[in-house]
C-alpha cells in the first residue's frame, strides 16, 4: 500500500498550487488531506468520500480549497487557490477505512511521504 504526494512548491500569496496523491496496491475508501507547519501540530484540511461526491472541508480552507479524485486513475489531487503565507506546510494525503468524510487523524491508517508548500507574502 503506497501513497504518494506531489506538487507542491513555493508560490506567492494569492497564486494557485495543485496537489497530487497516487494511491496503490489498494482500493481505498476516504482520501484526506492533512497539513503539519514547523512547530504546529498536524491539522484536517478536507477529506473525500469513495463516490467523491461527498466533500469536507477545514473552515480555514473552505471556499479557497477544492479536493477532488478520480477513481479510475486512483488519484486524488487538492486544488489550492488565494493561498496564504499561513498554508505554509508539509501537506500529506491520507488513506482512511472510515466511510464518509472523516476528520481526525486517528481515523486514517495509511500517510503519504509529504509534500511541501510554501506560500511567500
Known amino acids: 500500500v503506497q501513497l504518494q504526494a506531489s506538487g507542491g512548491g513555493l508560490v506567492q500569496a494569492g497564486g494557485s498550487l495543485r496537489l497530487s496523491c497516487a494511491a496503490s496496491?489498494?482500493?481505498?475508501?476516504?482520501l484526506g488531506w492533512f497539513r503539519q507547519a514547523p512547530g504546529k501540530e498536524r491539522e484536517f484540511v478536507s477529506s473525500?468520500?469513495?463516490?467523491?461526491?461527498?466533500?469536507f472541508y477545514a473552515d480555514s480552507v473552505r471556499n479557497r480549497f477544492t479536493i477532488s479524485r478520480d477513481n479510475n486513475k486512483n488519484t486524488m489531487y487538492l486544488q489550492m487557490n488565494s493561498l496564504k503565507p499561513e498554508d505554509t506546510a508539509v501537506y500529506y494525503c491520507?488513506?482512511?477505512?472510515?466511510?464518509?468524510?472523516?476528520?481526525?487523524?486517528?481515523?486514517?491508517?495509511?500517510w503519504g511521504q509529504g509534500t511541501q508548500v510554501t506560500v511567500s507574502s
Open positions: 491520507a488513506a482512511s477505512p472510515v466511510a464518509g468524510t472523516p476528520y481526525h487523524y486517528t481515523d486514517y491508517n495509511y
Open positions: 496496491g489498494h482500493r481505498f475508501s476516504t
Open positions: 473525500i468520500d469513495q463516490s467523491g461526491l461527498s466533500t
